[in-house]
């Protein structure tokens, strides 16, 4: 039994996505659907306003659109004709997009498994399960080290910044007070690090670090370390797209401390975020074989169902 | 709506599930059966041989057993008259626990979900969550700075030995090993230090280190520390019963390095482990009253179900 897939858009998460499904032992990857007719890929391409005529050939569809516009646009006609899984990152509106796409999904006779990925995602089961198991918990998360696309946008809008990248990453002390249950004092400010490199001429380089130390929201009230460097040593090690974090909970049961720590140390965070959207397909298509449909989110789906194995397999190995 | 909930057995385990569910909001403890008449607990306390006519008044009875002769013996006559959880912690034998419990469970129209605590458990969850998100992985499971039950008895056996406990604790190098995706070359020998306090008379010390050194299967082939101290400071120091753990995964995606990892840092083991029982016992309820019945392993529990919110808090909450 091979599962069907396919994608739709064709940025970071789409092509992480493709090459994952290549590598899995029981999907089949149908095509790409894209609004643009030439992609280098080797995989058919097709285009999107015509994707509803492929709907009794594909299973499963990975929706690898951005949380912004195309998910909130595109979305819900997508889960009436296909299942879906989606990495909606809205973290507030994901209530609205579950309401959304269950509407959707349902009438459709599909599933859709919505805003997979790591945060949300593995982060969100991590936090309902650790929470769960304390009758009261502290529980902290924290991103980095990491590429904050947000804060290296506004690194080179500044005059004068010729590349730059910031990395947000969480500090060691914070960490630490999370696992000892004294988590509560940890805010946002005084959790992560601001590191940015920065490449400019030497004769700007005190302006825009000063420029960066006094950017209200972005860097006032956080310690920020701003690091000039050459060109070249830029292109060599500042080229990746980095992240994970921690999900720390920490809990007193008859007078003892306990914490639970989930961790990812990701040295591409597109790829592990199309690997996790990936494995959703396949809860997806057993979710729809078994006769369901509806919207799922991560919490209600058993965690069996993302692997390639039988329930036996994994009970003979994992348990 | 409240779950009436039991406990059968009453031992470190059994305990720790009675102060765990008097701090639930949703549980009452109906009481505890017991071989035994007398129980040092304000909570009632019936025979256990009287419990099949207890079995209206109860939702949920937590099988507080040990693994190793009650389970086996005493698990699914209970399961045909009661919904349950257990930590039946057996890994080889879980396969053929499921299969008990489900038909027990299965023929009273009952839930038993089987083998919860942390290993197996929360951590069969994890190894079966990050196998899935890579095309291939590396994993690893590393078990300390914890108290292990066997090897401490064996070093109690030692002709002279007063008080001991020995405490498996991993090697930090094998932690990095297999973060790094060297995991490969862990072995449970080059990944575990066993570390031994012990109280005895200065004239034994150095025949019972020779004794510990030389021990087949126990120590032999281990990193062995002996370390000998008066008996108020290991009464002061080495009463608890501390636990823990990693299970780490790493993967290659897209050329990439990425690693998943879950921690464990319990100052009480037992406490713990009846925290998770506990939280499981709202899962064991909500299957049961949307119609399930038969045996669940953790890999078949939606993580919604452990958590006292309604799925739409947690939607809010926790993604």
Redesign the interface.
């Known amino acids: 039994m091979t599962i069907r897939t396919a994608i739709v858009g064709y940025g970071n998460l789409g092509r ?1 996505v493709e ?2 499904i290549k ?2 032992p029981d999907m089949e990857l149908v095509g790409i659907f894209s609004r643009r007719s030439e992609l280098d890929t080797d995989t058919p391409v097709f285009p999107v306003a015509d994707i509803d005529s492929y709907a009794d050939q594909i299973d499963v569809l990975y929706l690898c659109l951005g949380s912004a516009t195309d998910i909130p646009e595109q979305a819900t006609a997508l889960a009436a004709k296909f299942s879906t899984v989606d990495t909606y990152d809205n ?1 507030k509106k ?2 609205a997009h ?1 309401e959304a796409m269950d509407e959707a999904a349902f009438q459709g006779d599909n599933v859709a498994v919505i ?1 997979t990925g790591w945060d ?1 995602g ?1 982060f ?2 991590n ?3 650790a ?6 918990s502290q529980q902290n998360s924290f991103w980095g080290k990491g590429v904050s696309q947000g804060h290296s946008d506004a690194l080179r809008r500044i005059d004068g910044v010729r590349k730059a990248v910031q990395y947000t990453i969480p500090r060691e002390d914070a960490i630490e007070s999370a ?1 000892e249950g004294r988590g509560a004092k940890v805010t946002s400010h005084n959790a992560h690090l601001r590191q940015c490199w920065v490449v400019a001429d030497e004769a700007d380089q005190e302006r825009i670090e000063n420029e960066i130390r006094t950017m209200p929201d972005y860097f006032v009230g956080y310690e920020v370390e701003v690091h000039f460097i050459a060109e070249d040593e830029f292109v060599r090690d500042h080229g ?1 797209v980095p992240h994970g974090g921690h999900v720390i909970t920490s ?1 007193e ?2 007078g ?13 965070n597109p ?2 975020t ?3 959207q990936v ?1 959703y397909g ?1 809860a997806a298509y057993r979710l729809k074989e078994a006769g369901q449909a509806g919207a799922f ?8 169902l ?3 194995e039988s ?2 397999e ?6």
Do not use: K, M
């Open positions: 992480g090459t994952n590598r899995q973290h994901v209530p579950y805003s949300p593995l969100s089961i936090r309902t399960l929470s769960s198991i304390f009758p009261q696992r990746g809990g049961l008859g003892t401390h306990n914490t639970i720590e989930f961790t990812l140390a990701l040295e591409s790829d592990f199309a690997a996790v494995a396949r989110s991560v919490l209600e789906i058993p965690p069996y993302l692997a390639p329930l036996e994994l009970l003979a190995r994992d348990i």
